[in-house]
């Protein structure tokens, strides 16, 4: 069980620096859902499942859902957030 925790903060840290390193803003999105996922079986392996679904639901469903309809409805899906 140590190595799925193991493994599960090694993928959030490098989702988390993807997030900041990404050009892209919707592949940005995506590694933040990723984030939020690994929290969430995080949380499962700490016999938390209601805050693990909580997390799972609210972070990478609800969470990335908003920010890509935000991205779609700035007109900044398709570039980095330059001038347009």
Do not use: K, N, Q
Request: glycine fraction near 8%.
């Amino acid at each position: 069980m140590i190595w799925v925790a193991l493994i599960a903060v090694v993928v959030m840290l490098v989702a988390a620096l993807a997030v900041l390193m990404l050009p892209d803003l919707v592949s940005a999105v995506a590694a933040l859902a990723v984030v939020s996922l690994a929290l969430s079986l995080l949380f499962a392996l700490l016999h938390a499942p209601d805050v693990a679904l909580t997390e799972a639901v609210v972070g990478a469903g609800l969470g990335s859902l908003l920010f890509a309809l935000i991205l779609r409805r700035m007109g900044l899906t398709g570039r980095s957030g330059g001038d347009a």
